[in-house]
């Protein structure tokens, strides 16, 4: 078991407090959703999980002990749009971060490593779904294709911590659909930690064992950016079950108001 940990867990920029006072643990296995209204920081709390950023104050702990300040193997990441590399085919995208890592001289792996490297490879692009498009250059990939390349890629260093950042938010409703039984179908296979963040309420509670909604508990009209969101609500979720049918009017509204930004 490793336990992800957040002990008063605090990010500014400035003067600006984005989060304040993170209290959370998760368990190996856990897919947890993130919800919160725009701008209150849930991509900044998924940048400093994955260690693109480091804590303001408070701890971020994997086992017990400080996570590794930059990003590193044991965790993937998908984004929404650019995770990957237009101008590389699909296979040289997977490719990639392994040849980066174990070659970093010349970017490239030659003889059995590379056969094993490729073979891995080809596997991976079979599990998300594009064991024809190997050879296409991302670029030619629809949207949907795409976010299963860059899925591939993520989960092709067997990470121990997938982080998505709105990952299908650029997709169309059926293409969601089919991402969605994609993603609950690698995740119930490798038992890997997942942390995804959604503006889709409906997606959170659908594919999330946990529910959290960031939100600002204090505001200060006058100095919006003196106080910072943190965790207000924190949902056990059952797949396949109704959901909290009468809390979802409530966090709906709550999404929709305090920390929106007038240019959003
Ligand atoms: N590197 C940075 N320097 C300064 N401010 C930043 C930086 N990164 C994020 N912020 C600010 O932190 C706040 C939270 O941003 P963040 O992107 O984490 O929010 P979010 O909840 O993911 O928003 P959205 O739902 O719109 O994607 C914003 O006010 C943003 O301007």
Known sequence: MSTIEARALWKTYGQDVVLEDIHLRVETGEFVTVVGASGCGKSTFLRMLLGAESPSRGQLLLDGAPMAAEPGPDRGVVFQKYSVFPHLTAIANVLIAEEMEKAPALG??????????????????????????????????????QQRLA??????????????????????????????????????????????????????????????????????????????????????????????????????????????????
């Open 151 to 264: 899925i591939a890629q993520a989960l092709m260093k067997n990470p121990r911590i997938l982080l998505l950042d709105e990952p299908f938010g650029a997709l169309d409703p059926g293409i969601r659909k089919d991402m969605h039984a994609l993603i609950l179908d690698l995740w119930a296979r490798s038992g890997i930690t997942v942390f995804m963040v959604t503006h889709d309420l409906k997606e959170g509670f659908d594919l999330g064992t946990r529910l959290l909604v960031f939100d600002k508990v204090r505001h200060d009209p006058q100095a919006p950016e003196a106080f910072g969101a943190s965790i207000t609500y924190d949902l056990p979720l059952q797949h396949g079950e109704a959901r909290d049918a009468a809390l979802a009017p409530e966090l709906r509204e709550q999404l929709s108001s305090p920390n929106r930004k007038e240019n959003d």
């Open 108 to 145: 490239r792996l030659f003889g059995r490593a590379r056969q094993e490297a490729v073979a891995r490879a080809r596997d991976m692009l079979g599990r998300v779904g594009l064991a024809d498009a190997a050879d296409k250059y991302a670029s030619e990939l629809s949207g949907g294709m």
